[in-house]
């Protein structure tokens, strides 16, 4: 036994190999820095998702407006107004609920009904009945919603579903279908 | 003089080696000198009583509160004419602000229930609540106008050429947190003003690029009033009782958090920076 035993010689990496520890430690790294990012990601979609509720308190988008005999030809109804931010109007040729915000920036015009126009307490804009804007810095008409008939007879006003006024379009031909006919 | 050039080297500092306090001439035993050795004092200062021009300046970079004033100042840096004084006005201003605002919140509650009359209680009933809101409305007010003319000395001076260019950048960032907290704390009195205020400042982001269900590209990506970044900043589809919380946090919590870090961060620049930059 007098031969000497030496240790194998170690596997030279040839240069530029990749070797099997740095293999090792590539892939830990991928899986570790992965995991981590891709927890980072979640928390950062929980942290915006948290701001969006799912329930909320507030009056719903579509409401019950009553019957349609309710409303005289003619006349522009603020009975929703309040609650609802909605004005109903009656023509001879139909029903169409338009949105109470001016288009300007966002107030509340009134209906003037000795002149037969909405006028914005803010700035002076002012639109006719069928809501096409003729003065004051509204650059477009009212915008207008959804509305028809339910089932049991009733107007129902769906403001979900939105008709916004575009400059110089009359709304009654450029949404025929905002308009509810009876 | 020449035995208090041999006091020990702070890092050097032991136990054993607890400085003692003496006046310039290094003597003193009176009353107000043994409570200045006392131990409890010396537990507070982490450096010897300083005695000299270096142990002074070893003084206050050893102190948490001390060194948050540089230790040496330029002649120019106060001289009122150069530095319109407004960088420390704003933040005397945000002090006062965060003070008055700790004490409103004592009695405002942001419901829609409460919010409006609060103001009214602090503003009629509450003892020296009315000049306390007054305050905290003026300095909001004073510190929008003082940091704006921050800005405007700032680039008059060129103080934004490097190395400063980059605390221009977390200045203008200030500058936002500032006008945001404004913005949020414009809705918490409730009124008219304020409702109508926020209504027209938050129809602003319906026309956001992408984000916003009236803004370009928003109703192609499926934007509605009810999924877009306006629900996202009111809570709601409307501004209501959830808007109010939303930005009764925002503005006493969220906006001075961040705010803070960042006047920390421009501060240190500052000194880093080589200081208030001098006339050319």
């Keep these: 036994m007098a031969a000497s035993v030496t240790a194998p010689p170690r596997p030279q990496a040839r240069a530029g190999a990749t070797t099997r520890r740095k293999f090792l430690t590539d892939i830990f790294s991928v899986i570790g820095w992965g995991t981590f990012w891709s927890i980072m990601g979640i928390f950062g979609w929980m942290f915006a998702r948290f701001f969006f509720p799912n329930v909320l308190f507030e009056p719903p988008p579509a409401f019950e407006a009553g019957y349609p ?15 609802y931010n909605v004005w109903i109007v009656h023509e001879p040729y139909g029903f169409f609920a338009l949105d109470g915000t001016c288009t300007h920036l966002g107030c509340k015009p009134n209906w003037i009904e000795v002149e037969q126009k909405f006028k914005c307490p803010c700035h002076g804009s002012g639109f006719r009945k069928d809501g096409m804007n003729f003065e004051g810095p509204a650059p477009r008409p009212l915008d207008r919603y959804k509305i028809y008939l339910g089932e049991g007879g009733k107007l129902i006003v769906d403001r979900s579903v939105k008709f916004p006024g575009v400059p110089g379009k009359n709304s009654n031909e450029l949404y025929p279908q905002s308009i509810l006919r009876i | 003089m020449s035995e208090e050039r041999q006091t020990p080297e702070q890092s050097e500092r032991s136990e054993a080696q607890r400085p003692t306090a003496r006046t310039t001439d290094g003597q003193g035993e009176g009353l107000l000198m043994r409570l200045i050795n006392s131990h409890f004092i010396r537990s507070i200062y982490r450096t010897p009583w300083p005695v000299d021009r270096r142990s002074r300046i070893m003084t206050v970079l050893n102190s948490l509160v001390l060194h948050l004033h540089p230790t040496r100042i330029p002649r120019h840096a106060v001289k009122v004419s150069y530095t319109w004084c407004m960088g420390g006005l704003s933040f005397y201003l945000m002090l006062l602000l965060t003070i008055t605002g700790i004490l409103l919140m004592f009695y405002y509650r942001p419901s829609p229930e409460h919010a409006y009359w609060d103001v009214k209680y602090l503003m009629n009933d509450v003892p020296f609540g009315r000049i306390l809101r007054n305050m905290h409305r003026w300095a909001a007010h004073a510190m929008l106008i003082t940091v704006w003319l921050h800005m405007l000395r700032v680039f008059l001076t060129g103080s934004y050429k490097p190395p400063r260019e980059f605390n221009w950048v977390i200045g203008v960032n200030l500058l936002v947190l500032t006008m ?18 926020v209504t027209v400042g938050t129809n602003m982001a319906r026309a956001t690029p992408f984000l916003g269900h009236e803004g370009p590209f928003g109703p192609q990506l499926g934007m509605t009033p009810y999924n877009d970044v306006r629900f996202a900043l009111l809570g709601g589809s409307i501004v209501g009782e959830n808007a109010l919380i939303r930005f009764y946090v925002w503005h006493c919590l969220g906006f001075p958090f961040i705010h803070a870090w960042l006047m920390a961060i421009h501060f240190w620049r500052v000194r880093k920076d080589g200081g208030i930059s001098g006339p050319l």
């Design chain 1, 69 to 83: 005999h309710e409303y005289p030809v003619g006349s522009v109804d603020g009975r929703w107004k309040e609650r």
């Design chain 2, 180 to 197: 945001l907290l404004s913005f949020t704390g414009y809705l918490l009195p409730w009124d008219q003003l304020a409702m109508w205020a």
